[in-house]
C-alpha cells in the first residue's frame, strides 16, 4: 500500500461483558476471535426502553445470556436486526427472537442479493467459497436499502451494500450520525471478499456509495470504532486497485493459479490467512475474468491457472 494503515489491531475489549460506546448504544464482543473475527463479533444494542440487538451473533448460549442481561431495567428487545448470513453475525437470531419476541429483520437469506454475473459462473463451475454462511438463516421481515427502523428514541436506515456478502446491509444510526458497518468495513482488517457470496465490484460500488455519505463514525462487525470513515473508505480502494494490479504483474510471464498468486503477494500475513487470501485473489481474478482481461485453463475455479489475454 502506499498510504499509512488506518487499521486498529491494538483494540481489547473485555469478551461477553456490555460496554457503553455512545448515548444509548452498548457493545457487547461474543467469545468467538479467532484469525478470521479479530477479537470476536460484535453485538450492539442500540436503545434505552425498546431496544434493537444489531448482529446478533453466533449461536452461544452464553453470548445470548450476556446480550439479556446487559439490557437496561425495564427494556425489552424490539427489533432483531442483522448485517449478513455469516454465522457469527446472524446464527444467534433466531434463537434470541425465540426468547424476546422481537421479529429479525435482514435484507434476505444466504442467496438474496448476489451478484448476478457469479451465480451463472456458479453454474458451470464449483467457487467454494460456502465456509460460514449461514445457509438456515431467514428473517422475518425482509428490508432494502432506504428502510426505516424505528424504537423508543432511535431511528436506523438500511443501506444495501453487497461486496463481502451479497446481501449485506449496513445500518445508519439516524441520532448518533453514525453506521452500524457490518463486514463490508472493519476497524481491524480489511474484508474478505469470497465469491459466490462476495463480489469485487459490488464491494467498490458499494464504498462510492458509503463515500457519498457524511457519517461522523462507523461501527463495524469486528474491531474498534472507524472514526474517520472517508479516510478509510479511500484506503480501502486504493488497496483493491493496487491489489488487482499486483495481480495482473504477476500474470505477466506465467499462468498461476489463485493459490500461487497469494503465497507471492501476501508475504507479511499470518500464514492461516492464506486460505482467506486465497479468496481474495480468486474474487478479483473472477472480476478480471468477467470484464475480459484474464481466462483460465479450464472452468474458472479456485483450483484453475488463470492468465492474461
Not at 439479556?68 to 433466531?94: C, F, M, N, W, Y
Not at 438456515?136 to 432506504?146: H, K, L, N, Q, T
Not at 486497485?241 to 504477476?250: D, S
Request: hydrophobic share 40%; glycine share 8%; charged share 20%.
Amino acid at each position: 500500500m502506499t498510504e499509512k494503515s488506518p487499521f486498529n489491531t491494538d483494540f481489547s475489549p473485555p469478551v461477553g461483558k456490555s460496554e457503553t460506546i455512545a448515548e444509548g448504544l452498548m457493545r457487547i464482543v461474543a467469545p468467538n476471535a479467532s484469525a478470521m473475527t479479530f477479537t470476536g463479533t460484535n453485538t450492539y444494542v442500540l436503545g434505552v426502553n425498546s431496544v434493537a440487538v444489531i448482529d446478533p451473533g453466533p449461536d452461544d448460549p452464553a453470548h445470548i445470556e450476556s446480550i439479556l442481561t446487559s439490557l437496561p431495567k425495564e427494556a425489552r428487545i424490539t427489533e432483531i436486526l442483522v448485517t449478513h448470513a455469516h454465522l457469527d453475525h446472524s446464527a444467534a437470531a433466531a434463537r434470541l427472537s425465540k426468547l424476546t419476541g422481537a421479529p429479525v429483520s435482514a435484507f434476505g437469506g444466504s442467496e438474496s442479493g448476489r451478484n448476478s454475473a457469479l451465480s451463472e459462473i456458479a453454474e458451470i463451475s464449483e467457487l467454494g467459497g460456502r465456509d460460514n454462511v449461514d445457509t438456515d438463516f431467514m428473517p422475518d421481515i425482509e428490508i432494502r436499502s432506504g428502510s426505516l427502523v424505528n424504537g423508543d428514541g432511535w431511528t436506523v436506515e438500511a443501506i444495501w451494500t453487497p461486496g463481502h456478502f451479497g446481501s449485506h446491509l449496513c445500518y445508519a444510526w439516524h441520532e448518533g450520525d453514525s453506521v452500524f458497518s457490518g463486514d463490508v468495513l472493519m476497524g481491524w482488517a480489511t474484508t474478505l471478499i469470497s465469491p459466490p457470496y462476495g463480489h469485487v465490484g459490488d464491494f467498490m460500488k458499494s464504498m462510492d456509495l458509503l463515500a457519498k455519505r457524511k457519517d461522523s463514525r462507523y461501527f463495524p462487525g469486528h474491531g474498534a470504532p472507524i472514526d474517520d470513515p472517508q479516510g478509510m473508505i479511500a484506503y480501502q480502494v486504493l488497496h483493491r486497485r493496487e491489489r488487482e494490479a499486483q495481480i495482473v504483474a504477476r500474470l505477466e510471464n506465467d499462468a498461476l493459479t489463485p493459490r500461487e498468486i497469494a503465497e507471492s503477494i501476501y508475504i507479511d500475513v499470518d500464514s492461516r490467512l492464506i486460505p482467506a487470501a486465497t479468496r481474495n485473489v480468486f474474487a478479483h481474478l473472477l472480476h478480471l475474468w468477467e470484464r475480459g482481461l484474464v481466462k483460465s485453463n479450464g472452468r474458472p475455479t479456485p483450483g484453475e491457472s488463470f492468465f492474461l489475454i
